[in-house]
């Protein structure tokens, strides 16, 4: 933000008015949008230098003002800010203080930057990073250490239920151990399905694309475009059962794959919308969080089919 | 890009060019920005409504303008035109073709949409998703099955390789079933070290922050950083080897931890390098493809241990 914005009185004409901003010029971040205060400072309207060289120079800026002008609050987001700049195509935005007196104004080229700031920040969270202060060529060997290793560490700890899904079939597995060849496949399968559906909602819930009274209607879509996936994804890998494990595994490992894709994608879709319901950040989840948890369903859905179907 | 842009000529002075711009402004995107154009329409300058407004009426274009304007070919990207608009702070960056005839501009505003477009499509190349060309929202459930489906089958058949990894390690899994608990917990970290660091360079190729020529550096960088969080990670896991496994099982997993959260550190910091040196998107390396090697490599190095520390 910066306060170096130019100022106009309502009862002054658009000759005095661009006498005023000739004058102030040198010292202001823009004149081409000059916000009307009143004697209390409060933000009354707007004009653009475009309007006052257009109009007739005898004209009031009361009467050629935008009465109406959108203003932020000092209590408003930077990324909301962004969003505001963007979304009326503004060159800058006013910001106010609790008593609506004008404080000073956000430019469309910081807007910019924060655009840049916060997509890379998203990009960080999705892989479980924390924010960077610095760029990542700058950033010292501790700096990046501190902001990887904590969620590295609590999904090492996540993992460990998947572990313990297999030790509880362990039975299972060394009565058909062919039935290994196919667990990286399927569970990853899982969590990129999970990791696809994630994104799409993460990145759609930032951008203000959907919110959070849309997920039913995701849901319901989801379950259709899952259900596609994993019915593709089945076919791809039913040869593979057939000559890796014969008829009986070939089956669990198509039920399985069809199931995981179906359980992953709605575990994706789903997790943004939870966290954003308790005011969490939604894109912590889109990556590691929902593989860790695909994954762990999956090793439970995997083996308890196998010991279903194969009677064990 | 737009051709309603305002244009001069260089031999009028400011308030000749004052009444070019309040006659031609209705028709025009902005008039905040002139360029300055010879006969034959070259760009030969720029000047601002700013500069005209605080220069004398009587001082020639041609002695206030810029005379080094930056512009941009038809060649540019939208990508590209929109860094340059945010490097330079630009309201518009005049477009030239072939001749360095002026054929257009693009406002700050379309680059602020492209900025946010291309984070989305980075975004969604993370986790192998296509390029939507409609809203989440609004897309058919076909659609988001093609835009999905692709690298999801080509991802089963890349994990086919880790499940190959376990079945050619099966006598070794058979003596040591207590290695299975184990397998999830490490090849996920392997394959979230290498999300971290792959999603780092790919966001930072995708700014500018870095380029190819930086890999060494930061490849040295990375082995510290990436050394550093598998001792952490190490740790994490002895006390649960000792629990789960005995003394030996927990050198194994030790040892593994440490080897595999080094190797999937710097898979993901140099896949994204070595699209961009061929010319590919970098972006599609960061998520499940990284994933997936570092599995494999995971795999392979987990059971490879063991086989040789358990004498198997």
Not at 121 to 138: C, M, P, W, Y
Not at 197 to 213: F, I, P, W, Y
Not at 281 to 296: C, E, F, H, N
């Amino acid at each position: 933000m910066t306060s170096d914005y130019a100022t106009l009185p309502d009862h002054v004409t658009v000759q005095q008015a661009l006498d005023i901003l000739r004058r102030e010029a040198p010292d202001k971040e823009t004149i081409y949008t000059a916000y009307v205060v009143n004697t209390q400072r409060k933000l009354i309207g707007v004009i653009t230098l475009r309007e006052l060289i257009l109009a007739p120079v005898g004209a009031l800026i009361s009467e050629l003002m935008n009465h109406d002008p959108i203003f932020a609050s000092v209590h408003t987001s930077q990324e909301e800010i962004a969003a505001l700049i963007a979304r009326y195509d503004l060159m800058a935005l006013p910001i106010v203080n609790d008593d609506q007196h004008m404080i000073g104004i956000v430019t469309y080229d910081d807007a910019m930057d924060v655009v840049e700031q916060e997509a890379t920040e998203d990009f960080h969270k999705t892989a479980t990073i924390g924010k960077l202060e610095s760029s990542v060529k700058q950033a010292s060997v501790t700096l990046l250490y501190r902001k990887r290793v904590f969620w590295l560490v609590v999904l090492v700890f996540g993992n460990i239920f998947s572990g313990a899904g297999i030790a509880h079939f362990e039975e299972t597995i060394s009565s058909y151990l062919a039935l290994l060849f196919f667990l990286p496949l399927l569970i990853a399968s899982s969590g990129n399905a999970g990791a696809q559906s994630g994104t799409l909602m993460v990145r759609a819930l930032a951008t203000g694309d959907v919110s959070l009274k849309d997920w039913s209607y995701l849901l319901g879509k989801e379950c259709l475009v899952a259900l596609l996936l994993g019915l593709t994804m089945a076919a791809a890998v039913f040869g593979l059962g057939i000559w890796r494990g014969g008829a009986d595994i070939a089956v669990v490992v198509t039920l399985t794959m069809v199931l995981v894709v179906i359980v992953g994608s709605l575990i994706g879709l789903s997790l943004p919308f939870l966290l954003s319901r308790f005011n969490l950040d939604p894109a912590t989840a889109s990556g590691p969080l929902i593989t860790s948890i695909a994954d762990v369903t999956g090793v439970i859905l995997y083996f308890s089919i196998a010991a279903w179907y194969l009677n064990l």
